[in-house]
Structure formats: structure tokens, C-alpha cells
């Protein structure tokens, strides 16, 4: 079983038992634990936390105008609960952060916005990871599957008071980290293309089975990243369309031009994925014109030699009553024949361009 078929088969078995009530939670006992790390800022300051429970952020939302409350790991089933229950989660929407993969998608629980989307790296081979955003007045809960992502620009703007992040209000920083999920994106589907410009290469100097399996790890990762940008874009597209109290006027140009960037997004993987194809069929086609040219050569050795073994079989049968076996000159003159019809045949081929 190929390591995509693994990592597949492990993530459909975190999933709950069929017939369980809706919003089950269940979590993978292999997850690491959670690591919980809280911004707190506004336009005049900016703290940073590590917090073992939920009770330590409540000081935080009465003293700063909007706190981000980051969770790396989902292995603590007591932890997600008591955020839940802290921060007033639905409990369908907290069995979607525990029972991942899920498909991007956005759905409102009275005035709260739970959002599900997927971050995407590159290090050798492709890596997904789901990036659930629970989002209230003044506060954005995130869970991830595991540490490291791609959200740095976004702290690194609040410790800084780059921007105008420090300046709005919790709709906007889910803006942001929507928007530095997507642009992350590029930089992968960069990496895919650099490997599709060395296919190239190798598609055109190797006519063996190497390139085809490479060409199809290339057409695996962009399937994968098509499954997951598509639902994006849709889900970025609710967030404009329908009426969500908590996206303020102010910000909804932002996403809008996020939008524009998972558009873009999907753009160039469609693209990545017609030349991955285009390429596949390129490398079949030189395999089929070398086989074609290899049938060539042995149709005409094969045409060459049928008339000097068809010469050579009469004058083979055991017949007494060919005169011209007793000729002297006979051996050397069927020879000859041989010899002047083998030319012929071959001037004959080369005057069609056959050879």
C-alpha cells in the first residue's frame, strides 16, 4: 500500500463510528497534545500567552479588544471540550475540529462563524492539514492537527502593528488568516511546477517507466490540492454572498480580494494539471513512435529476407529432378540472386523514405 493509500486509510479511521449522535467527538489517540497560545491585542498593545485552560483567556477578552486563541495538537479530548464549552462552540462544530478531514465550508450557530479550511506545504512531498476558525465578537479560536503552519506574517503584523490588524476587529484577523492560508498556496504550487519544468526534461531524455511515476505523483498532489482549493473558493464566496452579521462592511473588500487570490489559486493548478497531462501524453506518445520504430526496422529486415527464404526453401526440398543442382555455377549464381534482391529491396525502402 502506497503511503497516500495509508495516510488515507488512517485519517477515515479517526472518523466516528457510523449511527453516532451528530457532534460526537472523538479524537485520534495518536494527535499530540495541545499546545495553547493566546494573542490578545488592540491599537494600544499587544500580549502573548501560553495557557493551559480556557479559564485563563476570560480576563483577557474583558481587559483587550480581540484575543486569538491558537490550539497546535487535538489529542486532549477534556481541553477541547472545555474550550467549547468555554467560548460557547456548537458541539456539531466541535466534532468537525476533531473529526478531520473535513471539506471547507462555512456555517453560522446563531451570531458565531465556524469556518473550515485546509493549509497546504511543500517539503519533499505535498502535506495537508485541516485549520478550523471559530469566530465571536472580539474573539478567533483556531485548531490545528499538529504544530507549524503558515500563519507567522499574521503574528509577526500584531506584534508589530503591521497593517491595520491591530486596528479592527476579529472578523478582520479571520481575514488575515484566511488570506494567509490561500497565498501559502503559491509557493506550493511553485514547487509543483519546478518539478514539472525538470518532467520536462526527463520525459524528453528518458523513455522508460521513471518519468511516468513521477508525472503521477506530481497529478496526485495537484488532485489533492484541487480537492481542497475548490471547496475554498466556496467557501470564501459564502462569506461574501450571505448576510453574516459578525464581517463588518469594512472588510468585506479584503475578501473579496481574497477571493481573487484562491481564483487565482485554482487558476494556475488547473493549468499545473493540464501540462501534467499533456506531459503524460507526450511521454506515451515518444514510447509508442519508438515502438512504431522498432516494428519498422523488423517489418523491413523481415521483408528482406522473405523472398531469400522463400529461394532458399524450394531449392531445400529433396526433389531429384532439378537440373540446375548439378550445374557448377549454380551455388554462387542463387547467391547473386539473393544478393541483387536483398539491394533492390533495400534501395526500394529507402527511395519510399522507409528507412
Known sequence: ????????????????????????????????????HVFAY?????????????QAVRPLLDRLPVVWVNVD?????????????????????????????????????GDKLFIVIHMASYDEKLHTEQLSLFVDRGL???????????????????????????????DYLAYALLDAVIDHYLPVLEACGERLEALEDEVMRDVGTQPISHIRGVKRDLLALRRIAWPQRDAIGVLLRDDVPLIQAETRPYLRDCYDHVTRV????????????????????????????????????????????FIAGIYGMNFEAMPELKWRWAYPVVLAVMAVIALGLLCYFRRKRWL
Open 266 to 309: 485554482i487558476d494556475v493548478l488547473e493549468t499545473y494539471r493540464e501540462l501534467a497531462s499533456d506531459l503524460m501524453a507526450v511521454h506515451l506518445s515518444i514510447i509508442s513512435n519508438q515502438m512504431n520504430a522498432v516494428m519498422k526496422t523488423l517489418t523491413i529486415m523481415a521483408a528482406i529476407f522473405i523472398p531469400l527464404t
Open 42 to 54: 488592540g491599537p494600544d498593545g499587544c500580549e502573548e500567552h501560553d495557557v493551559v485552560d480556557a
Open 140 to 170: 478567533v479560536l483556531t485548531f490545528q492537527e499538529r504544530a507549524g503552519d503558515c500563519l507567522d506574517p499574521v503574528r509577526n503584523r500584531i506584534r508589530q502593528a503591521g497593517g491595520r490588524i491591530r486596528s479592527a476587529g476579529a
Open 73 to 109: 495538537g487535538l489529542g486532549d479530548e477534556g481541553l477541547l471540550r472545555g474550550l467549547g464549552d468555554a467560548f460557547g462552540m456548537h458541539q456539531l462544530a466541535l466534532g468537525d475540529v476533531a473529526n478531520v478531514p473535513q471539506r471547507s465550508k462555512v456555517e453560522q450557530y
Open 1 to 36: 500500500m502506497s503511503a497516500h493509500s495509508r495516510a488515507y486509510g488512517q485519517r477515515r479511521a479517526r472518523r466516528t463510528r457510523p449511527g453516532a449522535p451528530p457532534g460526537t467527538l472523538v479524537t485520534d489517540p495518536a494527535s499530540p497534545p495541545p499546545a495553547v
